[in-house]
Every structure is written in C-alpha cells, then in structure tokens.
C-alpha cells in the first residue's frame, strides 16, 4: 500500500527530479506493475475477494482518467499538498478503533454494489490526481463499503492500484510526463520489496490492529515531510 507513497518520495527528494508531475506519472507506471506482481501471491494466498475488488476498480477507472487530467494542469506545489493533506486525514481515520475486525467471508451483493460503485468513483479521482495507486484510499474505502478485513481489503486493493495507477501514468506519458528509465528502476526494488513483503502480510492477518496502526504511523510521517517540502517550494521565490 504504501509503494506509491514511497516510490513518489524516492523520486523527488531523493533521486532529484524536479518536475512534480514526471514524479507522478513515473511512479504511478511503477506502481501499476509492482501491483501486479504484487497480487499474482495474494491471489495465491486467497486473500483477494475478486468480485469487490473488480467492481470498486471499475467504477474508479473513469474517475482516475478525469483526475489524472485535471492534475496535469495544476502547480506540482499544489499538488504535493493536497496530497499530504489526503494522507494525514486518512491515517488519522485509520488511528480509530474500528467497532469490527471485519468479515472474512464478505461477499459481494446489490447493496455492496451501492457502495462499492460510489466510493470507487471518488477513491479513483483522488488517486488519479493525486497520481497515486491510491491503496492508502482504497484500502479504507474497501473496508468501508464492503466490511471486509483489513488483510482481504490489502489484497484486494491491489487491483485498483494496477488500472488506477496505469491508467494515470498512460495519461501523463500521452503528455511526455513519463521517464520509462525510472520507471524500470523502481520496477525492479519495487517487485523485490512486493516478494518480501507477503510473509510480513500472511503474519498480519491475525494482528489487524498492529498492521493499521504501524501503517497509520507510516503515512502521517511521509504526509508531514511532504507537506514541509510543499510550503518550502509554495513560499520560494519565482523568477519572473
């Protein structure tokens, strides 16, 4: 979940690319891949509830197209911002005690759907303005409409970070805001990273609580970086 966060980070403070959106539409290309062969050992697990995950990535898609869009025009400062602030509200909704543990065998139904369709469209506009995956978002946005666990809303997310984060990179590349050397850079770290990481996801499912807060924890720092470095170039002086 935390690929897109951490790939656009790496990019922009510590690789030196200086155009915002290169940044986003370079990660997000990453990040659809690295979801991808993410998903092929969660799918392996059983962990992936397809029916939910393929309605909510659906309904986003079209939102992730019009976000992508509107992003492209907007200051990369801007962006930046918003983007921390997205993150902070999320994390600090994750902090909270969740009344349920989540269903394990939730199934998909016409009043899922209902909220599926909905929360999908809204998860894939920010994702695809902000130029994210979008699993910080999905994942609640999953757990929210369908009751699912955390672990099943992970896995499940995957989807939604692979159209979502494609369908944004092919519309920044569409404008030349693409670079495919990084982009196979992070390919590379970030395959090996998704490999690593399922036993740490199999040995999570049984601590739900531990895995949203480490996790809450971990996007409200990024989120306070980011937001300092977008204040930072916000009050820099522009040449004329």
């Keep these: ?37 993410s998903l092929i050992g969660h799918w392996r697990g ?11 990535a659906v309904s986003g898609l079209i939102g992730s197209i019009a976000g992508s869009s509107i992003a492209k025009l907007i200051n990369g400062d801007v962006l930046l911002l918003g983007f921390a602030m997205a993150m902070a509200f999320i ?17 998909i139904s016409p009043a899922i759907v209902l909220k599926l369709a909905p929360v999908g469209l809204l998860v894939g506009f920010a994702a695809g303005f902000f130029g994210i995956g979008g699993g910080f978002l999905i994942v609640p946005g999953l757990m929210l409409a369908t009751g699912m666990t955390m672990a099943n809303a992970t896995a499940s997310s995957l989807v939604s970070v692979a159209i979502f984060g494609g369908a944004t ?20 770290g970030g395959a090996l990273g998704g490999f690593l990481g399922l036993p740490i996801a199999k040995r999570l499912e049984s601590r739900a609580r531990i895995a949203r807060t480490g996790f809450a924890a971990l996007v409200l720092l990024v989120a306070a970086f980011v937001a300092w470095q977008a204040v930072a170039g916000l009050s820099a002086p522009h040449p004329a």
């Design 46 to 56: 059983g962990r992936v509830k397809w029916p939910c995950a393929i309605t909510f």
């Design 91 to 107: 994390a600090l909704s994750m902090l909270r005690k969740p009344q349920t543990e989540g269903d394990a065998g939730v199934h």
């Design 169 to 188: 990179s092919a519309n920044y590349a569409l404008s030349g805001m693409v670079d495919l050397r990084l982009a196979l850079a992070l390919l590379v």
């Design 1 to 37: 979940m935390a690929a897109a966060i951490c790939a656009r980070a790496l990019l922009l403070y510590v690789v030196g690319v200086s155009d915002t959106h290169v940044a986003i539409g370079t990660s997000a290309a990453a990040v659809a891949v690295i979801a991808l062969v």
